[in-house]
């Protein structure tokens, strides 16, 4: 009625008190840990995405001269893709830090495709149609081929 603050005795013992405050205790854990889970994602990725920026880290996937020659519809021959791949390196479209691919006991070169691309648009699509016809034209003449042309 004086507007003092009374406290009463509620009559706990020291054992109750600490069951109380165990609960609490293990309560408060599994709500912090619930809702830690729902904030942390989005506390996170900011700070990756801002140390991704930071190093100019990129994620690249290279072609193979091989995948390249065959999405230009190029034919089938023999060494063409290590031609192909030659060029490309000459022409600065490999992938930095000398990029290989592993396929079980080999390893292919990689290349950029964006850069591939210009210069396959630039002229290097061009000389490989090229190469691809003049190796063609290579072909060995078999038995019944020679006798068609009057050898024996």
Not at 3 to 25: P, R, V
Request: proline share 3%; glycine share 10%; charged share 25%.
């Amino acid at each position: 009625m004086e507007g003092k603050f009374e406290t009463k005795q509620i009559g706990l013992t020291d054992y109750d008190k600490s069951i109380i405050g165990n609960m609490i205790k293990n309560c408060a854990g599994v709500v912090i840990r619930e809702e830690l889970l729902n904030f942390l994602p989005a506390l996170i990725e900011p700070m990756v995405q801002a140390r991704f920026a930071e190093s100019n880290f990129l994620i690249r996937h290279g072609k193979t001269a091989g995948q390249i020659w065959k999405a230009n519809n190029l034919p089938r021959l023999k060494n063409a893709f290590l031609w192909l791949g030659n060029r490309l390196q000459e022409m600065g479209c490999s992938i930095e830090n000398n990029g290989r691919a592993d396929f079980g006991t080999n390893e292919a070169r990689l290349f950029d495709p964006d850069k591939s691309t210009l210069c396959l648009r630039n002229g290097l699509l061009h000389r490989a149609k090229v190469y691809a016809s003049q190796r063609q034209g290579q072909g060995n003449l078999g038995p019944r081929e020679s006798r068609a042309c009057g050898h024996k």
